[in-house]
């Protein structure tokens, strides 16, 4: 009994709202209302693929998800110029965003630096990270050509890749970085 009490005092009340509401907003509430109709109807389509795609962009360390491109060092240092140094600084070196360039032989030492070069186990991730968040102003603004491009410099001022190096999918993949073997699996939640 007090149960259902309760019951009527809220029908009670959720009407009174619902009338008012009616009578102040009008039109602008039924435009509102046909809105949340809409996307509640909405609720159990599946996705199309097109949708999809533009949020399936992730990279696995070994290269699968990259994308057809490339680019190399020089075209990758204009584009560093242009879109990246004002916040990671004219040599990668760090401003109000990372440090991407330098740091090696540092990770053991009481001031690491954790770079791209010195700390980052895959270059795949490199893509990854900047095809999705980069530039911090303008993300996924960038063409597969240009992040390949901006990769490609960023690990040749890491001493990573040569100077003439041009990169794309295989290429990436196959580097090797220099801390690539300095993760070690993390046993929790058994014993530490
Ligand atoms: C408006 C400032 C800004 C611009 C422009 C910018 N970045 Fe960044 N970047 C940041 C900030 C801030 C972070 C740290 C973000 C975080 O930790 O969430 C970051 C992080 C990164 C990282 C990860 C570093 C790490 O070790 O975790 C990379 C790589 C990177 N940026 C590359 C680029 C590239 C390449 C460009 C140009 C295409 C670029 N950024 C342009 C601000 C910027």
């Keep these: ?16 709202c619902a009338s008012s509401l009616d009578s102040t907003h ?3 509430s039924a435009a509102t209302n046909a809105q949340w109709r809409q996307s509640v109807d909405a609720i159990g389509t599946p996705v199309g693929e097109a949708a999809l795609s533009a949020w399936n962009i992730d990279v696995a360390p070994d290269g ?26 004219a040599k990668g070196e760090g401003l109000i965003g990372d440090q991407l360039i330098g740091g090696a ?18 270059a795949t991730t490199l893509f990854d990270y900047i095809r999705r968040a980069m530039p911090y102003n303008a993300p996924q603004s960038l063409s597969a050509d240009e992040v390949y491009a901006v990769s490609a410099w960023i690990l ?9 190096a041009r990169i ?13 073997a300095g993760f070690v699996p993390d046993p929790r939640p058994g014993r530490l």
């Design 168 to 180: 794309d999918a295989a290429a990436l993949a196959a580097i090797r970085m220099p801390n690539h």
């Design 156 to 164: 040749n001022r890491n001493g990573i890749v040569p100077d003439d």
């Design 105 to 122: 032989g540092t990770l053991a030492s009481a001031n690491p630096k954790r770079t791209v070069g010195s700390y980052w186990p895959y």
């Design 26 to 28: 009008g039109a602008q």
């Design 64 to 89: 699968r998800g990259l994308p057809a491109g490339t680019g190399d060092v020089a075209t990758g240092g204009r584009i560093f110029a242009a879109k990246c140094a004002a916040c990671h600084g």
């Design 1 to 16: 009994m007090p149960g259902l009490l309760a019951a009527l005092v809220v029908g009670g009340l959720l009407a009174g």
